[in-house]
């Protein structure tokens, strides 16, 4: 029984470090995601303003 006790320790460590390590970088995609979209909205709109001024 002592056996049991000693492997599940560190089994759960290992557990939980690993969903800390999941749930951590899940966050940072869904910021990333947003983070991208804003910056090819950006350039997107660096383009439209360029082909504007060369029109007039």
Same mark, same amino acid.
């Given at each position: 029984?002592?056996?049991?006790?000693?492997?599940?320790?560190?089994l759960?460590?290992?557990?939980?470090?690993?969903?800390?390590?999941? #749930?951590?970088?899940?966050? *940072?995609r869904?910021?990333?995601?947003e *983070?991208?979209?804003?910056?090819?909205? #950006?350039? #997107?709109?660096?383009?439209?303003?360029q082909?504007?001024?060369?029109?007039l």
């Amino acid at each position: 029984m002592s056996a049991l006790i000693w492997w599940l320790i560190p089994l759960l460590g290992t557990a939980g470090a690993l969903f800390y390590v999941w #749930r951590v970088g899940r966050s *940072k995609r869904e910021t990333n995601i947003e *983070k991208s979209i804003a910056e090819y909205e #950006r350039f #997107r709109s660096a383009f439209e303003s360029q082909h504007r001024s060369e029109e007039l």
